[in-house]
């Protein structure tokens, strides 16, 4: 398991929940990806300096590890 702040945590539950979403390029994102844990699937909004991202098994996993078997629902699995 990883060590990661609350926030970043917040931002892979709603990617495991309803699937790829954009956010704002940002550290925490950055971080996530650079860790393995969510992949940007290449869609941007330049203008509102945002791009897609997806959450990946490893991200899944993590959440799983984090919040235990009931995480499931939570991660739609």
């Known amino acids: 398991m990883h060590k990661l702040p609350p926030a970043s945590h917040y931002r892979l539950q709603p990617l495991a929940q309803t699937g790829a979403r954009f956010y704002q390029v940002s550290v925490y994102m950055r971080r996530l990806e650079v860790l393995g ?39 739609g699995s």
Do not use: N, Q
């Open 37 to 75: 844990l969510v992949a940007a699937t290449g869609r941007t909004v330049p203008e509102r300096d945002s791009a897609e991202y997806e959450i990946i098994d490893a991200g899944r996993g993590e959440l799983e590890e984090r919040y235990g078997p009931a995480s499931k629902k939570l991660i």
